[in-house]
């Protein structure tokens, strides 16, 4: 592997953990001031191995672990998180209203029913009688 800094003609190898640059310019290359955990073991951390962008408060943060982009992606993922939620409300909402609605149809099929019993005066031809009689019997099915 070439050394990161253009147009030096060193090569490097992975095993000097200098972040990608020989020797000569690894001391004058920041590197971010990070610990950084390996997803492959269980103990131990190293320091991030790349080059330090940003300095905030006398140490070098790469573009991965400054606080500006920390900030950015936890704005981002709680605006996620948000709309999530909201649709989570929005469905328990729904229920809700359906559970309410569902609690008013058993005495709107009783009266639907004394009002048939009552207006039996209704000519039996009727429009009316009839559909609210098909009515009647499709919810006591249900």
Known sequence: MKCQVKRCPHTVTYSEKRGGYCDDHAATVQRCSAQVYPGDAIFGSHQCMNVGKVEEGRKWWCGVHSNATK????????????????????????????????????????????????????????????????????????
Do not use: C
């Not at 996620?80 to 909201?86: F, G, L």
């Open 71 to 142: 900030d950015k992606r936890r704005a981002k993922r709680e605006e996620r998180y948000d709309k999530w939620w909201a649709g989570i409300e929005t469905a328990r909402e729904r229920d809700e209203e359906t559970k309410r609605r569902a609690g008013h149809f058993v005495p709107l099929v009783e009266a639907l029913g004394r009002l048939i019993a009552v207006t039996e005066t209704v000519p039996a031809g009727s429009r009316a009688y009839a559909k609210a009689v098909a009515v009647l019997n499709a919810a006591k099915e249900e």
